[in-house]
């Protein structure tokens, strides 16, 4: 026997990567929050701090954790800079590190910057449509390079989980900055 058993869908806005429903879980990361993450210290203390860079919503039909599952969400980065380092998330290895993800980019323009354990640091152009496969022990993290809102959506195992903390203490390798009115990858640690 055929039934609908699922009354109220969990709904994603394709334009804007806004998810609702059930099981979805709202969170902002806000200027800040970010302390520490962006090159010029300076400049990200001038800005605003309740000012949003980022927004994610973790749709979770399962607990986080829960082995052979799978989770799903959506990442909306706001436009802007710090400095001249666009606005980015803070990035992450898996805590399982072989777990992969996928990205799916709905609206905008940016860059999925990409490092390997060996941190060798390169990304790839963001624009709607754009699907991205992250290998594991790949750290990743996302930045608006446009001047509209950088949406995706993004499905990874259930038990990846999320290492903040070697980003917090190591970074990336490289840095996406606004160079001559374009994005360029750019070593930590160079002044130009
Ligand atoms: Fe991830």
Redesign the pocket.
């Known amino acids: 026997m055929l039934a609908i058993t699922d009354a109220q869908p969990t709904l994603v806005d394709f334009a804007t990567a806004r998810v609702s429903g059930r099981n979805v879980a709202d969170s902002v990361r806000t200027i800040a929050d970010l302390a520490g993450v962006f090159r010029d210290e300076q400049a990200r203390r001038a800005l605003s701090p309740e000012r949003p860079v980022y927004h994610v919503q973790i749709h979770a039909p399962i607990p986080e954790g829960t082995p052979g599952g799978l989770l799903w969400g959506s990442t909306i980065v706001e436009p802007g800079r710090v400095g001249d380092e666009y606005f980015i998330t803070r990035g ?1 290895f ?1 805590a399982e590190r072989d777990r992969g ?1 996928f990205y799916v980019t709905t609206a905008g323009e940016g860059a999925l910057i990409l490092m390997d354990e060996a941190r060798r640091t390169w990304y790839e152009p963001m624009r709607s449509g754009t699907v991205h496969y ?1 290998p594991g022990r790949t750290a ?1 993290r996302v930045a608006n390079t446009g001047s509209v809102p950088l949406a995706f959506v ?1 499905c ?1 195992p259930s038990d ?1 989980g ?1 290492d903040y903390e070697s980003i917090a203490r190591d970074g990336f390798a490289a840095r996406l900055r606004e160079i001559g009115g374009r994005p360029v990858l750019v070593p930590d640690g160079v002044a130009t």
Do not use: V
Request: hydrophobic content about 45%; charged content about 10%.
């Open positions: 992450h898996h993800e992250i990743h993004a990874w990846a999320h």
